[in-house]
T-cell receptor
């Protein structure tokens, strides 16, 4: 597809369960970002990948959150032992080369995965 | 640490009214500044950006923003809003040599015909 694709669009789970959220970036984009957006808030940075490596994971709230991008394209955000406070829309964005240096400065966002933890 | 403040949480206007949304950031070094927009039911998309040069930048759909370094501000303006401008607007800042984009809490704009 032409844009960033995120699946599932909606996920309802029970407290304590494990969840995986997938992001398929725009083809050729080396930079990939995960953000979390709670109701009434702006997107909150979680992690940034440049290629296969996590260049900045300073936004991950705790060790229950983990993300991978094994082949430098698709990324998966993994949340263990989910808590009610994890309920939010998880946004993925990609960029041709990131924001620093020669980046275009634009992040292309997907529509998000809405996670509800009961 | 970088942070972004958007003081207007909810703005209600009639069509043809002028718009100004405030954005202030805290970071002492070189910054890149952005406004993103999220129309109802759609994903976030870039409205305009400032990297360097002319501090008055123009974006899509008649929007513009002015970077005032001394005030750490990057306010968004539009002389005459339309009903189709109803959306949520997010200001964002990126410190010059990093790849992290920090967003404000957003301003919800409602425009009535």
């Amino acid at each position: 597809g032409a844009g960033v694709s995120q699946t599932p669009s909606n996920k309802v789970t029970e407290k304590g369960k494990y969840v995986e959220l997938r992001c398929d970036p725009i083809s050729g984009h080396t930079a990939l970002y995960w953000y979390r957006q709670s109701l009434g808030q702006g997107p909150e940075f979680l992690i940034y990948f440049q290629g296969t490596g996590a260049a900045d994971d300073s936004g991950l709230p705790n060790d229950r959150f983990f993300a991978v991008r094994p082949e430098g394209s698709v990324s998966t955000l993994k949340i263990q032992r989910t808590e009610r406070g994890d309920s939010a829309v998880y946004l993925c964005a990609s960029s041709p080369a990131g924001l620093a240096g020669k980046g275009t400065g634009e992040l292309f966002f997907g529509e998000g995965s809405r996670l509800t933890v009961l | 640490a970088q942070s972004v403040s958007q003081h207007n949480h909810h703005v209600i206007l009639s069509e043809a009214a002028s718009l100004e949304l405030g954005c202030n950031y805290s970071y002492g070094g070189t910054v890149n500044l952005f406004w993103y927009v999220q129309y109802p039911g759609q994903h976030l998309q870039l409205l305009l950006k400032y990297f360097s040069g002319d501090p008055l930048v123009k974006g899509i759909k008649g929007f513009e923003a002015e970077f005032i370094k001394s005030k750490f501000s990057f306010n968004l303006r539009k002389p005459s809003v339309q009903w189709s401008d109803t959306a949520e607007y997010f200001c964002a800042v990126n410190a010059g040599n990093t790849d992290k984009l920090i967003f404000g809490t957003g301003t919800r704009l409602q425009v009535f015909p």
